[in-house]
């Protein structure tokens, strides 16, 4: 069975911290209520939902995804870019020990879940600017045993690898090249975003169905055209603290 970690959205995620994004107003409740909507959708697609409360001392601490990468046999708690989101780790260890073998990241490294795309038993992972060499190194000694080779991806103008690309199958990614290493996916399809769409590439893969956006119409009848099963999702206000559709949600079986 499928189990989607959650967190509520904290009164305090106007504060979020901010990379490419200029800061606008955030309707909290709204944010809320999307985020709600968000979890049924998960529900509806087969997981079972634990959801965490909100923590007004962390304001982006509904963006569960970088905390920690969950694989099938480990769970590694990311020491994250933002020096400010470290301690959301705390509840997220809490929460995820009943299910897998903890092990931690450590200083110098930085590295972010959002970073890390998994294909099958290859992790790749961003280089930007919450994740450092040192973090892919570590990540990459720690799943070795275990079989997964780790690929570095070059990211720029983006805040995370999973800005700019997500998986929809085994074998297909949806992408945006200017702000990635593209070359790095040789052997896998890359559907392009619209350039009208550029912060599209995030979509959620979960059961039979993608995830996308409505704010990104575009790219949901891009991916219909090749088969997929879409469904939009308003994420609007979450959006405006640098949010995508994986952020917010730690998927595992």
Not at 85 to 106: D, Y
Not at 157 to 162: D, F, M, Q, R
Request: a negative charge; hydrophobic letters at 45%.
């Amino acid at each position: 069975m499928l189990t989607a970690l959650t967190r509520d959205v904290a009164p305090t995620l106007g504060a979020c911290e901010l990379e490419y994004l200029e800061r606008r107003p955030i309707d909290i409740a709204k944010a809320a209520d999307q985020h709600r909507h968000y979890e049924q959708c998960l529900r509806e697609a087969g997981a079972r939902v634990i959801t965490l409360a909100a923590d007004p001392e962390f304001p982006d601490g509904v963006f569960v995804e970088d905390p920690a990468i969950v694989l099938d046999e480990i769970a590694i708690l990311t020491r994250m870019g933002a020096a400010s989101r470290r301690g959301e780790s705390r509840s997220i260890a809490e929460a995820l020990a009943p299910f897998r073998k903890l092990v931690s990241i450590a200083e110098p490294a930085t590295l972010e879940g959002g970073d890390v795309m998994r294909i099958g038993k290859t992790l790749f992972v961003g280089r930007s600017r919450r994740t450092n060499v040192h973090g892919i190194g570590q990540l990459a000694a720690v799943v070795a045993p275990f079989g997964y080779r780790v690929v570095p991806v070059e990211v720029h103008g983006c805040l995370h690898l999973k800005s700019a690309s997500t998986p929809v199958d085994d074998a297909v990614i949806v992408a945006n090249r200017r702000w990635i290493q593209a070359e790095v996916f040789d052997g896998l399809q890359v559907i392009d975003v619209p350039p009208e769409e550029p912060s599209a590439a995030n979509v959620l893969r979960i059961g039979d169905a993608i995830l996308n956006a409505a704010s990104f119409p575009q790219t949901a009848n891009k991916l219909e055209h090749y088969g997929f099963s879409v469904r939009l999702i308003d994420i609007s206000e979450l959006q405006k603290a640098e949010s995508a559709l994986t952020c917010s949600s730690l998927i595992f079986k």
